[in-house]
Nanobody
């Protein structure tokens, strides 16, 4: 049974940084492409960063150059380093595979505000 547990969110001022974690059980990150999604207030959930099984990364333009997706295969954990945060990054952040095909976790709230 696949389980995804996100953590690391919080309240941060504009320009600040956060590091999100996604602890994965039931599948191997080495064999599965995964991504970070977010759902802002009144918005649909969107995929903002992804990492292939080979380690190739892709980002949407809104976060390119500010966010970095990575993984630790030994810990079977995925990360999202978020720098230069903006108010528009405020959202609940989730991890899942490319198509959102796994059971969704509870997400972690990121609030960027002064």
């Amino acid at each position: 049974q696949v389980q995804l547990v996100e953590s690391g969110g919080g309240l941060v001022q504009p320009g600040g940084s956060l590091r999100l974690s996604c602890a994965v059980s039931g599948i191997s990150l080495r064999l599965n492409g995964m991504g970070w999604y977010r759902q802002g207030p009144g918005k649909q959930r969107e995929l903002v960063a992804r990492i292939t099984s080979a380690g190739t990364t892709n980002y949407v333009d809104a976060v390119k150059g500010r966010f970095t997706i990575s993984r630790d295969n030994a810990k079977n954990t995925m990360y999202l380093q978020m720098n230069s945060l903006k108010p528009e990054d405020t959202a609940v952040y989730y991890c899942n595979d490319y198509v959102g095909g796994r059971p969704w976790g509870q997400g972690t709230q990121v609030t960027v505000s002064s």
